[in-house]
């Protein structure tokens, strides 16, 4: 049972929309998905509470970051939404139970400056515990041409961490999320452009 773990230690960087989608996409694929909420603004329980019901499923879980909960049986894939601030016990905590770390970025000098830092601690876990989950970043909300995008590819270069690309910034995922919905549960025509971007994504979830 895969653990993925959505985390990014500044807010606003769009965790919640990267862990609804991949939640939507495996459920898409059969997978008994479970989506843990780590994060006081519960937006991802929020996201769940408007799911339509004739929708494959996606099963909520109230995750306290205690290292010793573990969700119920029959569940084949968890997702945990992070909070913003994520550090010390309970990012060790969530980082033991993880099987893939995935961090969502976008193109600005501070998001890139708390990312690198971070980087730097999930290494210096993995040194201090010996575990070592699959760790990957997504750039979010780029804009095609713009210095921020330009800057951001230059930072993502200097990091020995895989990149999976970059997503779009595009009201796509406001107006999705706002019914509840991921991109997998539209038709295809509607997103395929973020359908394409999602493809490296999807890839290194299904490894």
């Known amino acids: 049972m895969p653990v993925i773990l959505i985390a990014n230690p500044k807010g606003g960087v769009g965790k919640s929309t990267i862990a609804s989608n991949i939640a939507g996409y ?3 694929q059969g997978a008994q998905v479970m989506l843990g909420d780590a994060d006081r603004q519960q ?5 769940l509470a408007l799911r339509p019901p004739q929708l494959p499923r996606i099963a909520g879980w109230e995750f306290d970051g205690k290292a ?10 968890v997702l945990i939404d992070t909070p913003a601030g994520l550090h010390g016990k309970r990012l060790e905590a969530l980082y033991r139970i993880a099987d893939k770390i995935l961090l969502p970025l976008q193109p600005s000098l501070f998001d890139i400056q708390a990312t690198y830092d971070f980087v730097q601690t999930l290494h210096d876990l993995r040194r201090q515990t010996g575990h070592k989950p699959a760790l990957a970043i997504v750039g979010m909300r780029a804009k ?8 951001l590819q230059h930072f993502l270069q ?16 406001v107006q999705l999320a706002a019914r509840g919905l991921s991109l997998w549960d539209v038709a295809p025509s509607r997103v395929e ?10 890839a290194w979830l299904d490894e």
């Open 26 to 28: 495996l459920a898409r």
């Open 43 to 47: 937006s991802a329980a929020r996201w």
């Open 68 to 77: 010793s909960v573990r969700p119920p049986k029959g569940v084949s894939h």
């Open 144 to 151: 095609e041409g713009t210095l921020s995008v330009e800057q």
């Open 158 to 173: 200097e990091l020995a961490v895989p990149v999976l690309g970059q997503l779009r910034d595009t009201q796509n995922y």
């Open 193 to 202: 452009r973020d359908l394409a971007q999602w493809q490296p994504l999807t």
